[in-house]
Structure formats: structure tokens, C-alpha cells
């Protein structure tokens, strides 16, 4: 092992977003930082059900599966109870200096309105909203106002339940006492965004999809990208008290970022003397 780092020992823990598309090196970079910090214990919720870690960490980051400080809870990316569930279980089992991981974020918005529909109405989603759709035509067919009181959820019985249960995921994520990583793709900001949204994220022409709150949880925000020839890079959308990036090359998220950037230390480790 050629480099190990810690964090400063007058920093709080991290707070980190990644933002970006599939296959931008977000998984990747919780690897990296598996490798560099031995030590700590890495909680990954996985909600995209596709196997990355399995698969990443029996390839070119086997030393991490030697070590077996990585340790996934696998969620089906429309399976509410079994995302919060895990997100529980975590939170008990983390000490600090330890990282929580979710990846991915943007799964989880759309699986507590699933789980909503499915109490509340007895379908499945896409069910529910076909019905809704098939509603409004017939109402504008017959000469009503099309969508008139059709809409998908009621913005204050419906709502009003829907954003307090999804607030549970953010407090178990939140209240833990390591570090954390979530990850979100992105979307194009919206004309029916926020001011804040738009002055935070327009620039960037994308911003996280879900939960509108989800982009203003971390103290930073960090968008990844592939290029043509297969290179990774790294720009700053939000980074309290550190310098901004554009573009910068990413090789090794732990080095790259957490070193270069936010400033931690390279640390001696037991397996470098062997």
C-alpha cells in the first residue's frame, strides 16, 4: 500500500455529494478512499441492485475485498422499506471515522411515493398515474378542464405525508457519527426549480434528481464526468472553505480530492512495513 491518509483531527466529518451520470467513476471513488483509509469501515447501501461493488471489488480493487473493510447492504432501487431499513442499520453499527455510502440517492425518491401509492391506493405507481391519466382525458373529453382536480397527489393530504416519511432516510443518514458519501445522477434544472436551485445548479445545466433537499444537504457538492478517451474528472459545484475545481483530472478520488483538495494527511499503515 503506497499511501494511506486520514482527516485533519480539527475537521468535522465529511459531508460529500457526487453528481453525475452512470459510469462517471462514483463507485469508484468510494473504492479509492476504501483503499486509502484501511481503517475505517465502509457501510455502502447499494439501491441500484446492479452488483458495482461485487463486481469492482473482485476486479482491480481486490485488495479492499482482502481487507474486507467494505461492507454492502443491497436494496432493490423501488423496495422503500428495505432502503430505510438498512439506512436504520446502519446508523447503529457506525463509529466515527467510519464512512456511510449511498449510492444511489436517486432511487430512493421515487421508491417512497411507490411505497405511498402502494398503502394508500393498493397499485403499484405507474398503475396509479396510468389511471390518473386515463381520468383526466375522460374529463376533457366530456368537457371539463383538462387534469381539473386530477392531479397525481394532493399537494396537502398526500404531500404532506410523502416528504415527512423520506425526511426519516435523510435523519438516519445525517444523524450518524462518520463520514458520508451519497451519490445522485442528474437532471436538467427545471423552469419549476427554486431560485436556490437555480442559482446553485443552472450554471452547471444539471442538478441531483430527486428530492429537491437532497442537493443542499452536503456542505459539498461535486460533479463527475467522463470524457471521450475514458478519463474521469471533477468539478466543484459547492465546497464550504476549500478551493474550487474544474475539470481537474480524477484518478484517485482519496488522492485527487481528499489529499489535494480538502487537505488530508498522508498516515502510516501497519501493511507498509511488511
Known amino acids: 500500500m ?15 455529494l457526487l453528481l453525475g451520470k452512470e459510469g462517471t467513476g462514483k463507485t469508484r471513488a468510494v473504492l479509492s478512499i476504501a483503499r486509502r483509509c484501511p481503517d475505517a469501515h465502509f457501510h455502502v447501501i447499494d439501491t441500484d441492485y446492479s452488483a458495482s461493488y461485487d463486481r ?89 378542464r383538462k387534469g381539473s382536480s386530477l392531479e397525481a397527489f394532493d399537494g396537502w393530504m398526500d404531500w404532506s405525508v410523502i416528504n415527512p416519511m423520506y425526511f426519516r432516510l435523510y435523519k438516519h443518514l445525517l444523524t450518524q457519527p462518520g463520514h458520508l458519501l451519497l451519490t445522485a445522477e442528474g437532471q436538467a434544472v427545471g423552469d419549476t426549480d427554486g431560485k436556490a436551485m437555480k442559482d446553485t445548479y443552472q450554471v452547471h445545466g444539471i442538478r441531483p434528481a430527486g428530492q429537491k433537499k437532497l442537493g443542499f444537504l452536503t456542505q459539498t457538492v461535486l460533479i463527475t464526468k467522463k470524457g471521450r478517451k475514458g478519463e474521469y474528472t471533477l468539478t466543484t459545484v459547492k465546497d464550504r472553505g476549500r478551493e474550487d475545481v474544474e475539470d481537474i483530472e480524477l484518478d484517485d478520488f482519496a488522492k485527487d480530492y481528499l489529499q489535494k483538495v480538502a ?12
Open 263 to 274: 487537505g488530508w494527511k498522508p498516515k502510516p499503515y501497519r501493511e507498509d512495513a511488511e
Open 2 to 16: 503506497a499511501l494511506t491518509i486520514h482527516p485533519p483531527e480539527h475537521l468535522p466529518p465529511e459531508r460529500i
Open 56 to 144: 469492482m471489488i473482485g476486479t482491480e480493487f481486490q485488495d479492499v475485498g482482502e481487507r474486507g473493510n467494505v461492507t454492502t447492504h443491497v436494496t432493490g432501487p423501488w423496495d422503500w422499506p428495505a432502503i430505510l431499513d438498512a439506512a436504520r442499520t446502519v446508523q447503529k453499527q457506525v463509529t466515527r471515522g467510519d464512512w456511510v455510502v449511498c449510492d444511489s440517492m436517486t432511487p430512493t425518491w421515487n421508491a417512497v411515493q411507490e411505497h405511498f401509492t402502494s398503502e394508500v391506493h393498493g397499485n403499484d405507481i405507474e398503475t396509479y398515474l396510468l389511471d390518473i391519466r386515463k381520468k383526466r382525458e375522460a374529463a376533457a373529453k366530456s368537457g371539463g
